[in-house]
Antibody, heavy 122, light 107 residues
Framework: QVQLQESGPGLVKPPETLSLTCTVSGGSIVTSNFYWGWIRQPAGKGLEWIATLHYTESAQYNPSLKSRVTISVDTSKNQFSLNVRSVTAADTAVYFC??????????????WGQGMLVTVSS | EVVLTQSPDFQSVTPKERVTITCRASQYISNSLHWYQQKPGQSPKLLIKYASQPFSGAPSRFSGSGSGTHFTLTINSLEAEDAATYYCHQSSILPLTFGGGTKVEIK
């Protein structure tokens, strides 16, 4: 059974870059059966899709964040990563990494990491 | 982008009652609508995919219906462990979007 685990700093100062890594275990990230993504959730609020990645490094981004976000993959480590540049307090949230099923950009999420709280504060 | 509007925002329900949550899409999304359950401090868990297909491991009391722009999640015979926030999610059109959530409280 696949497991996803987020890691990275829990505190980031504005306007620095937020960097998170998701380590995938129990399955290879090198597959066309699944895509890999990031979703975030501010405290007490709903879910916001950030980006989705294929292991070939092609990606799709939420237009609302596209100018500040980069998603990448390291197949040798079975990991994928998220960078959010020029962060503000509005980027404070729990960040989830996730697996998208169906081998498509247009898919539901069948597995989630436990989530990582990232606070943006000076 | 596709806006998903869930109703109600909050529901307080007695055990064994039936719960119905609605999700309306701002444009046609066929059956590309999925439902998740999220308990406090946990990540969401997939319950229903493609409007009506149960996901492996989801309790049978959860069911989904609908297509186009109107969708429903039904919990038959609510149990105490079903206290959670429920989200709908569409995958028909990028960007992927989620509903605002429906919090279900057990009386």
């Amino acid at each position: 059974q696949v497991q996803l685990q987020e890691s990275g700093p829990g505190l980031v100062k504005p306007p620095e870059t937020l960097s998170l890594t998701c380590t995938v275990s129990g399955g290879s990230i090198v597959t066309s059966n699944f895509y890999w993504g990031w979703i975030r959730q501010p405290a007490g609020k709903g879910l916001e899709w950030i980006a989705t990645l294929h292991y070939t490094e092609s990606a799709q981004y939420n237009p609302s964040l596209k100018s500040r976000v980069t998603i990448s993959v390291d197949t040798s480590k079975n990991q994928f990563s998220l960078n959010v540049r020029s962060v503000t307090a509005a980027d404070t949230a729990v960040y989830f990494c996730a697996r998208l099923a169906d081998g498509s950009w247009y898919s539901h999420i069948d597995s989630w990491g436990q989530g990582m709280l990232v606070t943006v504060s000076s | 982008e596709v806006v998903l509007t869930q109703s109600p925002d909050f529901q307080s329900v007695t055990p064994k009652e039936r719960v119905t949550i609605t999700c309306r899409a701002s444009q046609y999304i066929s059956n590309s609508l999925h439902w998740y359950q999220q308990k406090p401090g946990q990540s969401p868990k997939l319950l229903i995919k493609y409007a009506s297909q149960p996901f492996s491991g989801a309790p049978s009391r959860f069911s989904g219906s609908g297509s186009g722009t109107h969708f429903t999640l039904t919990i038959n015979s609510l149990e105490a462990e079903d206290a959670a926030t429920y989200y709908c999610h569409q995958s028909s059109i990028l960007p992927l979007t989620f509903g605002g959530g429906t919090k279900v409280e057990i009386k």
